[in-house]
C-alpha cells in the first residue's frame, strides 16, 4: 500500500505492520461533516424516494409477491459484483430442484446470500444489528462455498488486504487495520451503531455504517456482502422501510469503479462528500426502480387474473399463476407441491397456463421439462426498469 496516497486529511491514519509495510486505521464513526444545500437537496429527494417505496410496501395486499423476488435480483446481483456469475432464471431453478446436477458453485454462493438476507430479517426481531449479528450472516454466507476454510462466522486473526489477482501485501491497493487495532475499530462501530443519540438524517448515517465497515474490513472474505446485506437490514430495523424491497447492489455493480474508487478516497483523502453524494443518489435511483419494477408486477398480476377469469378457468389455475410471482420458474412437480394436487391435476394446471402464454417450457425435453414466466422474469430481471416499460408492454 503506497503511503504517499494516504494524506492527513484522510478518514484515518496509518499504521506501520512491517519493513516499509502499512495499514490503514479508519477514525471512529461520525467523522465532522458540512453538509451543503445541493446534498440536503439530494437528501432531501432520496428520502421522497425511499418514502414512497415505503408506501408501496405498506398497501399492497401480499408483499411476499414482490420481496421474494427483489431478494433474489440482490443476491444475484450483489454476488455478481464479487465475479460469481447466474442468472434468477438458473437460481429459481435450483431452489425448485430442477437441475439434475445439482447447483454448481456459483448458485451455492447466491443461494446463501438469500438464506442470510432471509435469516437476517428475521433475526432482528430478537437482535439487533451487531458484531454477532454479522458473524452469523457471514456464516450463512460462506457455508459449503469457497472460503468456507477461512473461518467461517469468526473475525479474521490475521492481516488481509484488498488488491489486484496475484498481488502482495506491500503491493496491495487497500490493507485494513491489523487484528488487535480491528478489534478495538469494531468494538467503537457497534456503540456507533447501538448510539441513541443521532444527530445526522437516516441515510447519511447509513452511508458513514457502510463505509466504515468496509474499510475495518473484519472477515477474511465476503466482506463486500456482508457490508451490502447491512444496508438492507438497517433500513429495515431503522424504520426506513416496513418490508425489504430497497437493494444497492444494481446501483453498485452498475458503478463499480465508482463505488470502489469513493470509497477508497475516503481513507485517502477525506472526500465524504463525493461518496455521500453517490449514497443517496444510489438510494433515490434504486426508489424509484424498485417501485417502477412494483407497479409493472402488480399490473401484470392485474392482467393475468382477468385474462384466466375471462376464460372461466379453474381456482386452482390462478392460485398457481399467484405463486408465479414468487416463484416463476417451476416444474409439474413443484406445481403439485404448491397446490397439493395429485400430478396429473398439477399437469393440466401447468398446461393452461401455457396455452395462456403465462408459462413457457425451457427445456424443449419431454421429461424433467423446465416452464418460466418470462414476463416476470423480465421485469425483475431488468437493468432498470423505469427504462424498459415498453419492452414488458410489447412482450407476448
Known sequence: ???????????????????????????????????????AERISDADRNLGELAGVARTIPNPHLLIEPFTRREAVLSSRIEGTQATLTELFSAEIGARKEGPSEAIREISNYVDALEYGL????????????????HERLMKDVRGESL???????????????????ENATYVPPPVPHMKDALDRFEKYLHESRRVLPPLVRLSLIHYQFEAIHPFWDGNGRVGRLLITLLLCSEGLLPQPLLYLSAYFERNRKEYYRLLLDISQTGNWMDWLRFFVNGVSEESRDAVARS????????????????????????????TLFKEPVITVAAARDRLKVTARAAQQNVDRLLQAGILREVTGRKRYRIFVAQRIIQIVEADQATKQISLFRNDG
Do not use: D, H
Open 1 to 39: 500500500m503506497n503511503p504517499a496516497k494516504f494524506r492527513k486529511e484522510g478518514a484515518g491514519k496509518l499504521l506501520g505492520i512491517g519493513q516499509e509495510q502499512w495499514a490503514f486505521l479508519p477514525n471512529p464513526l461520525p467523522p465532522t461533516l458540512e453538509i451543503t444545500w445541493e446534498l
Open 122 to 137: 428475521k433475526r432482528l426481531k430478537q437482535l439487533p444489528v451487531s458484531l454477532r449479528l454479522m458473524k452469523e450472516l
Open 151 to 169: 473461518s467461517p462466522g469468526e473475525f479474521r486473526r490475521a492481516q488481509n488486504f484488498i488488491g489486484p489477482p496475484g498481488c502482495k501485501l
Open 295 to 322: 407497479n409493472q408486477l402488480l399490473t401484470l398480476r392485474q392482467e393475468y387474473r382477468e385474462k384466466l377469469q375471462a376464460q372461466k378457468l379453474p381456482g386452482r389455475t390462478l392460485e398457481l399463476m399467484e
